[in-house]
């Protein structure tokens, strides 16, 4: 259902229909988060409101209309600064966008006293209109605030224990981007008990049709404090299913580049997710708060540098991804550097300039102690050679400059001695060599991984060349870790990395070089971790980051699971993560969950009969199955003329059913879910407790109602 007017009578609250007209009177055009009087004045809160969303819609078309008409041809000098700036124009016609169904307002702020530095100390209070972007009118005043702005942040932390100054909070609700419903908190007023909200309630039960929405119009204080965390620091969210991490990590980011624009402007943001279907899911929600510029990736994009078609047994992909595989990658890249067996002789007009093996040698020592990059050190070796040969050119009364130098470092002497003492390393041959080559490995690996797990780790059919390999994923990250090992990988401002729990300890080496000297936001759930090397603990993932001091937050309150369905997917907890208190729902749904056994030869057909059931109803709906029987269903699908959608594609008004494979399901949710033979779920995984994982993954995906179909008894874990 989507939000409506609350129903009247609840104590305290004020909706549209129980409010009276007397709403506090406006001060003239131009105060700050006020609207110009309409012509024709109404005495209905409800139509003033929507006066002032069509005065903003407005403004904000005005704002769009003044930047496209911007005339740059006279103030460009050259083809470059005209392309630089046009594309800015650009961008900024899209930040300016008014997405019709997107509420420009979602909220409003009475304040007790004004704060507003041209009013006066006893003009009273004011009011601030909350959303997605600033607005302006053609004076320039604001008519909607951010909410990312300081006068914004009391939305969603201000109560009546601590009212910040704040009279009445305003919430409204929309139906198709239509204000139609209004509701009040009064912050000041002890006679008001009541503290639920149905307008909060209805915005976060509605049905989800199209990409991940943002919630900014839902935050909770607990939430925010998240999202408005500095951007010095790194932040890791340990969120139960429902609790909307996700959204917070996102929504972190737009706050980030809103306080810290320039600063992202230089150095770059990134949001990492599990795969390509998840963040088409989320690609929406940064656009929606006028976020247009952040990349987005995932792990395996980031480490592209091989190309990935083979796959690893599980424990050959556990034992790549350990932390002691960075030890034995660093062995091999420094495997090649040598002692000099010869002098150095540089030839310069008449004269030999001779270094001598054990001055050669020191400074191999030297640069070898220092442990700096391999490619940085081998770049400085030719430099620290030709010093020593100016030392000897200014002893022999010569008066070498740098000039002299660099051709001294160019010399072909020169080049063959850092050759012989460091030669050149290729990331990807290297850890070619060191996954089919037992001998090497042997040696690069001695007292760090047993023989039996090098023999795990080899290749059973080694390729012959970099480029006829059959790369796995975990191969394509020690190819990364060693070409960091070599060049110094460049630095994001911030980077959000999403379903955490999943990467193993090389994983998140990779992308902890990516924020060497920013920040991160680190989001997941250790109960639905789904690979053999999930993680077993953040303070261990975040010391594998590179991050060990970053502040871990719990997120427990689910906003979109019911709690009769999260109550019971919560039954598995003590198996797969017996460390984390149970999650709770402010939701209580009643009817919410279907468990129904039927004959093994029945189940297709069962589960064909559930989703048209769930299709009656408004919003999306998501069929999850073992990965194996994906196909099996889509053909049932197909004969029963349902059509249904791949994860990824953006569910619409016509398309509304996704048949999802189990593997793929974590980070997305659907209005009713259709889950197809637990059992199966769990046996798809190569250990148990990886599968029950699995499973409760596919049983927190829904926000309105799960049915549960088995043939095969449930896992005891389940009753």
């Not at 961008?91 to 909220?107: E, N, V």
């Not at 427990?556 to 003590?574: D, H, M, N, Q």
Request: aromatic fraction near 4%.
């Amino acid at each position: 259902m989507g939000p409506s007017c609350p129903s009247p009578g609840k104590e305290g609250r004020s909706a549209v229909s129980t409010v009276s007209s007397n709403d506090p009177l406006r001060p003239s055009p131009g105060q700050p988060g006020r609207f110009a009087v309409p012509a024709t004045p109404t005495t209905d809160p409800l139509q003033r409101e929507r006066d002032h969303l069509a005065a903003s819609r407005a403004a904000l078309r005005a704002m769009r209309e003044d930047v496209e008409s911007l005339d740059i041809s006279d103030v460009t000098g050259t083809w470059v600064t005209a392309v630089v700036l046009q594309n800015q124009i650009e961008a900024r016609i899209a930040a300016l966008a008014d997405l019709s169904h997107t509420p420009l307002f979602f909220g409003r702020l009475d304040y007790l006293h004004a704060i507003s530095e041209d009013l006066s100390e006893g003009s009273g209070g004011e009011n601030f209109y909350i959303g997605r972007r600033h607005v302006h009118d053609h004076d320039g005043d604001p008519m909607v605030i951010d909410w990312r702005a300081p006068v914004s942040q009391p939305f969603y932390r201000a109560s009546r224990t601590a009212p910040m100054d704040v009279e009445r909070r305003r919430r409204f609700g929309y139906t198709g981007g239509e204000l139609t419903a209004y509701e009040d908190e009064h912050l000041t007023d002890p006679a008001e008990t009541d503290t639920s909200s149905a307008l909060l309630a209805a915005e976060i039960e509605k049905p989800r049709v199209g990409p991940m929405r943002d919630i900014v119009a839902t935050i909770q204080p607990e939430q925010d404090e998240i999202v408005r965390a500095d951007i010095t620091g790194t932040v890791c969210v340990q969120g139960a299913p429902g609790t909307g991490k996700t959204a917070v990590g996102l929504h972190r980011v737009a706050y980030l580049l809103y306080a810290h624009r320039e600063r992202l402007a230089r150095t770059g943001t990134l949001v990492i997710g599990p795969n390509n279907a998840f963040l088409s899911y989320i690609e929406q929600v940064l656009p929606a708060l006028g976020e247009l510029e952040v990349a987005q990736a995932t792990v395996q994009q980031l480490v592209a540098h091989v190309e990935v078609r083979g796959e690893d047994t599980a424990e050959a992909a556990r034992l790549k991804g350990d932390a002691r595989m960075a030890e034995v990658l660093r062995r091999a890249v420094r495997s090649g550097i040598t002692a000099p067996t010869e002098p150095c002789v540089v030839v310069r007009g008449s004269r030999r300039w001779r270094v001598p093996v054990y001055e050669l040698a020191e400074i191999v020592e030297e640069l070898t102690a220092r442990d700096i990059r391999y490619g940085a050190a081998r770049e400085a070796l030719p430099q620290r050679i030709a010093h020593a040969v100016l030392l000897k050119m200014e002893q022999g009364g010569e008066a070498p400059d740098d000039r002299v130098q660099d051709a001294v470092a160019r010399n072909a002497a020169v080049k063959a001695t850092v050759k012989e003492c460091w030669p050149p390393v290729d990331p990807a041959r290297l850890v070619h060599r060191l996954l089919s080559d037992p001998e090497f490995l042997a040696r690069c690996a001695e007292g760090v991984l047993t023989p039996e797990e090098q023999r795990t780790v080899l290749w059973s059919k080694p390729g012959r060349s970099v480029r006829t390999a059959r790369w796995t994923p975990a191969d394509a990250v020690l190819v990364d870790e060693a070409t960091d090992l070599v060049q110094r990988t460049p630095s994001l401002g911030h980077v959000v990395l999403d379903e955490a729990q999943d990467l193993s300890p090389m994983q998140y080496r990779a992308v902890g070089r990516r924020c060497t000297t920013g920040s991160a936001t680190v989001l997941g759930d250790l109960a639905q971790g789904t690979t053999p090397w999930a993680t077993a603990s953040w303070p261990d993932a975040l010391h594998h980051l590179g991050k060990p001091a970053a502040h871990i937050e719990e997120l427990t309150k689910g906003f979109r699971v019911p709690e009769e369905v999260i109550a019971y997917a919560s039954r598995l907890l003590p198996a797969i993560a017996p460390g984390l208190a149970p999650a709770t729902s402010v939701r209580a749904a009643p009817g919410s969950l279907t468990i129904t056994r039927v004959p093994a030869d029945g189940l297709e057909k069962a589960v064909v009969e559930a989703c048209h059931r769930a299709l009656e109803h408004e919003g999306s709906t998501g069929l999850i199955a073992a990965d194996a029987r994906v196909p099996l269903l889509a053909a049932a699908l197909t004969a029963a003329g349902l059509p249904f959608l791949s994860p990824g594609a953006e569910t619409s008004a016509e398309a509304r059913l996704t048949l999802v494979p189990a593997s793929l399901a974590k980070g997305l949710e659907y209005d009713y879910v259709v889950l197809d033979e637990p059992a199966a779920v769990v046996a798809g995984e190569p250990d148990e407790r990886t599968g029950l994982r699995r499973l409760y993954v596919a049983l927190t995906r829904a926000v309105s109602g799960l049915t549960v179909l088995h043939a095969e008894p449930l896992p005891d874990r389940l009753g």
